[in-house]
């Protein structure tokens, strides 16, 4: 049933884009994509065909210190000087607000802290200004309408000095290039023959997730804050203030319950009948005791905008681990498989994953942290490997199955974020993968069929993956 409810709603917030711009849906590709087979929709093909499925591959120490190590490289000043230069990652994106490195305001000075803050919404509004957006009914926004955004932003408001408040986010949120609140008041973008995405929606906050507050809107609706995706608008309900100590408190509980479904509600009371909020895959929220596996802590903003806590149940079958999942071959599989079909949200505007934060949520379940630049997946390994087009399809397919299925993931090298491809096997020699892509392909009738969905496909889609340089990373 919560599947049912998800879907539907996501299916509304699509159609009030995309039935709005386009008189004519596109037809859907089928669910046995070319090159697979039925059974391997089902974990159960993958889970037989593994050696010793229920090994721990890397215990949470050994996770965490990854995670730790990466960071580590990310903040030197220049993480890439040493590598070759076919594996130094292209760090452009679409957007302005998201960062593959978040500057820590609290250590900056509070005249360079306003200065940071003024260069980014300076090129917010330069990104606006530069485009062509619409609404949700794909209608060009006029002057007026776009200069009352810049006015939003506020700029003439903006302190010469700014003191960091510590902020938590309260509920899953949006992270925006622009202060706009109406749901109709999107970034469409002209694209022909293709469904619309929000372009002013950059990224999803999630639930617990810590923020600096650097500036607020001109009507308070907003605040401009940093996190670990990057520097956006939030919206000012979503986010409470606490001391810096409250917040770690509550990140590293050291008891916690982790959401391994798609996405889990909590509730008011013990029969689970009304929900109060939910939490996605990957995230974790403090339990309420060791032993008690149905009641967790959630963070709350009172009315004076400060930080608090309140005790919310669990349902009694809901998808959850009581901490970490362990690392097997078997859980990754499993756990990714729960989001088959899921639709394509390039941007976040729906709360769905595009192929970043797909994988990111799944590996969270695990306790890895990894970057939210598909390009920077290699990074966060040491693998050196380089798979260049050249070599020719049967010789990439070779070097491709040379690595171990289920903890390696392929991305490509290219600017504006790089694809990303989990390996699961072969089916007549051709690498079988998990891929979360926005395209389509051509039948041999001639007709055009979207994905734009999770799916189980082979290397050779989307087109363009196997005629760009592939790095690997193996989490194992």
Same mark, same amino acid.
């Given at each position: 049933?919560?599947?049912?409810?998800?879907?539907?709603?996501?299916?509304?917030?699509?159609?009030?884009?995309?039935?709005?711009?386009?008189?004519?849906?596109?037809?859907?590709?089928?669910? *046995?994509?070319?090159?697979?087979?039925?059974?391997?929709?089902?974990?159960?093909?993958?889970?037989?065909?593994?050696?010793?499925?229920?090994?721990?591959?890397?215990?949470?120490?050994?996770?965490?210190?990854?995670?730790?190590?990466?960071?580590?490289?990310?903040?030197?000043?220049?993480?890439?000087?040493?590598?070759?230069?076919?594996?130094?990652?292209?760090?452009?994106?679409?957007?302005?607000?998201?960062?593959?490195?978040?500057?820590?305001?609290?250590?900056?000075?509070?005249?360079?802290?306003?200065?940071?803050?003024?260069?980014?919404?300076?090129?917010?509004?330069?990104?606006?200004?530069?485009?062509?957006?619409?609404?949700?009914?794909?209608?060009?926004?006029?002057?007026?309408?776009?200069?009352?955004?810049?006015?939003?932003?506020?700029?003439?408001?903006?302190?010469?000095?700014?003191? *960091?408040?510590?902020?938590?986010?309260?509920?899953?949120?949006?992270?925006?290039?622009?202060?706009?609140?109406?749901?109709?008041?999107?970034?469409?973008?002209?694209?022909?023959?293709?469904?619309?995405?929000?372009?002013?929606?950059?990224?999803?906050?999630?639930?617990?997730?810590?923020?600096?507050?650097?500036?607020?809107?001109?009507?308070?609706?907003?605040?401009? *804050?940093?996190?670990?995706?990057?520097?956006?608008?939030?919206?000012?309900?979503?986010?409470?203030?606490?001391?810096?100590?409250?917040?770690?408190?509550?990140?590293?509980?050291?008891?916690?319950?982790?959401?391994?479904?798609?996405?889990?509600?909590?509730?008011?009371?013990?029969?689970?009948?009304?929900?109060?909020?939910?939490?996605?895959?990957?995230?974790?929220?403090?339990?309420?005791?060791?032993?008690?596996?149905?009641?967790?802590?959630?963070?709350?903003?009172?009315?004076?905008?400060?930080?608090?806590?309140?005790?919310?149940?669990?349902? *009694?079958?809901?998808?959850?681990?009581?901490?970490?999942?362990?690392?097997?071959?078997?859980?990754?599989?499993?756990?990714?498989?729960?989001?088959?079909?899921?639709?394509?949200?390039?941007?976040?505007?729906?709360?769905?994953?595009?192929?970043?934060?797909?994988?990111?949520?799944?590996?969270?379940?695990?306790?890895?942290?990894?970057?939210?630049?598909?390009?920077?997946?290699?990074?966060?390994?040491?693998?050196?490997?380089?798979?260049?087009?050249?070599?020719?399809?049967?010789?990439?397919?070779?070097?491709? +199955?040379?690595?171990?299925?289920?903890?390696? +993931?392929?991305?490509?090298?290219?600017?504006?974020?790089?694809h990303c491809q989990l390996l699961l096997g072969e089916y007549n020699g051709v690498p079988i993968?998990?891929?979360?892509?926005?395209?389509?392909?051509?039948?041999?009738?001639?007709?055009? +069929?979207?994905?734009?969905?999770?799916?189980?496909?082979?290397?050779?889609?989307?087109?363009?993956?196997?005629?760009?340089?592939?790095?690997? +990373?193996?989490?194992?």
């Amino acid at each position: 049933m919560k599947h049912i409810v998800k879907n539907q709603l996501l299916l509304y917030a699509m159609l009030l884009v995309a039935t709005t711009v386009f008189a004519q849906l596109s037809e859907r590709a089928p669910d *046995v994509l070319p090159g697979t087979l039925p059974e391997m929709r089902e974990p159960s093909y993958w889970i037989a065909r593994m050696e010793n499925p229920d090994d721990i591959i890397l215990t949470v120490e050994q996770i965490e210190q990854r995670n730790e190590s990466f960071k580590a490289k990310m903040y030197e000043p220049d993480p890439f000087k040493n590598l070759a230069e076919e594996r130094k990652s292209q760090l452009l994106h679409y957007f302005p607000g998201l960062m593959w490195r978040v500057p820590d305001f609290r250590n900056l000075k509070p005249e360079a802290v306003s200065d940071s803050v003024r260069e980014r919404i300076e090129i917010e509004i330069d990104y606006i200004k530069k485009g062509e957006f619409g609404n949700s009914n794909g209608v060009k926004y006029s002057e007026r309408e776009i200069n009352e955004l810049f006015e939003e932003m506020a700029l003439d408001m903006l302190k010469p000095a700014i003191t *960091v408040r510590d902020g938590i986010a309260v509920r899953t949120t949006h992270l925006k290039n622009v202060p706009a609140f109406a749901p109709e008041f999107i970034g469409l973008v002209k694209q022909k023959d293709r469904t619309q995405f929000d372009q002013w929606n950059f990224g999803i906050l999630k639930i617990g997730k810590p923020v600096c507050v650097l500036h607020p809107s001109r009507s308070g609706e907003f605040v401009f *804050v940093s996190c670990e995706v990057g520097m956006g608008w939030v919206r000012s309900e979503d986010v409470a203030f606490a001391e810096r100590n409250e917040i770690e408190a509550f990140i590293h509980a050291k008891d916690f319950m982790v959401c391994t479904g798609d996405r889990v509600q909590f509730y008011s009371d013990k029969s689970s009948t009304y929900a109060s909020g939910w939490f996605r895959m990957g995230d974790r929220l403090p339990q309420v005791s060791v032993n008690d596996r149905r009641r967790v802590k959630v963070p709350v903003r009172k009315m004076n905008g400060d930080f608090a806590t309140e005790t919310a149940w669990l349902a *009694v079958d809901a998808d959850v681990s009581v901490g970490f999942l362990p690392y097997t071959r078997c859980n990754i599989v499993e756990t990714a498989f729960k989001l088959i079909d899921n639709a394509y949200d390039f941007t976040g505007t729906f709360f769905g994953r595009q192929h970043e934060s797909t994988y990111r949520d799944i590996f969270a379940c695990f306790g890895f942290d990894l970057p939210h630049f598909g390009s920077l997946f290699t990074h966060y390994g040491d693998n050196e490997f380089v798979l260049h087009p050249e070599i020719g399809r049967e010789e990439q397919y070779r070097k491709i +199955l040379e690595f171990v299925p289920f903890v390696t +993931l392929m991305t490509t090298l290219q600017d504006r974020g790089g694809h990303c491809q989990l390996l699961l096997g072969e089916y007549n020699g051709v690498p079988i993968v998990f891929d979360q892509h926005g395209y389509g392909y051509t039948d041999e009738n001639g007709n055009e +069929l979207i994905i734009r969905r999770c799916c189980v496909d082979d290397i050779a889609m989307p087109a363009y993956f196997l005629q760009r340089k592939i790095t690997f +990373l193996e989490l194992k």
